[in-house]
T-cell receptor
């Protein structure tokens, strides 16, 4: 039972490079989320998808785009990475009934 | 915006002692949840308390909710070294969670 799987686990980018963070869940959840976690800041919501085919901005969406590819997969794209995007990124999923969120192990991203 | 605010930020206790963490929030909520994060890992859900509940227990965890003061507390009784982690409260509204900044708890064996 894999739960929420994020790839890659680690990534180093140069300023201006692009990349896509992948997330997949096998719990048949409707909702999926992307957060970033910075020291002393807790978790901040970047984007979320309440259901397949919908996406909405969270607290800190600037510099990011998302795609809800299907019910299982929700990707986060950095088009032109900046040092301020150095962070740990977490994907999560939940079903609408309870909104208890299940998290992946995270992607540690450094932008030089 | 950050909804939950935990207090204190860091706590160091001896194994067997109790650990208490507090969380305050600003707006009305559907429920409040507590999560644990071990170093280098994702968050794990611990317990959920609904807005019409005042207290809830789960094993060694006890959560209280005071909606009039917009605050919650998490008590871990008889702490163990394995309880060393960061603990986050999260308030639920509009099908989204707003997380606090977290409490770091170190349990010394």
């Amino acid at each position: 039972n894999a739960g929420v799987t994020q790839t890659p686990k680690f990534q180093v980018l140069k300023t201006g490079q692009s990349m896509t963070l992948q997330c997949a869940q096998d719990m048949n959840h409707n909702s999926m989320y992307w957060y970033r976690q910075d020291p002393g800041m807790g978790l901040r919501l970047i984007y979320y998808s309440a259901s397949e085919g919908t996406t909405d901005k969270g607290e800190v969406p600037n510099g990011y785009n998302v795609s809800r590819l299907n019910k299982r997969e929700f990707s986060l794209r950095l088009e032109s990475a900046a040092p301020s995007q150095t962070s740990v990124y977490f994907c999560a999923s939940s079903d609408l009934a309870k909104n208890i969120q299940y998290f992946g192990a995270g992607t540690r991203l450094s932008v030089l | 915006s950050q909804q939950g605010e935990e207090d204190p930020q860091a706590l160091s206790i001896q194994e067997g002692e109790n650990a208490t963490m507090n969380c305050s929030y600003k707006t009305s909520i559907n429920n409040l949840q507590w999560y644990r994060q071990n170093s280098g890992r994702g968050l794990v859900h611990l317990i959920l308390i609904r807005s019409n509940e005042r207290e809830k227990h789960s094993g060694r965890l006890r959560v209280t909710l005071d909606t009039s003061k917009k605050s919650s507390s998490l008590l871990i009784t008889a702490s163990r070294a394995a309880d060393t982690a960061s603990y986050f409260c999260a308030t639920e509204g509009n099908n989204r969670l707003a997380f606090g900044k977290g409490n770091q708890v170190v349990v010394i064996p």
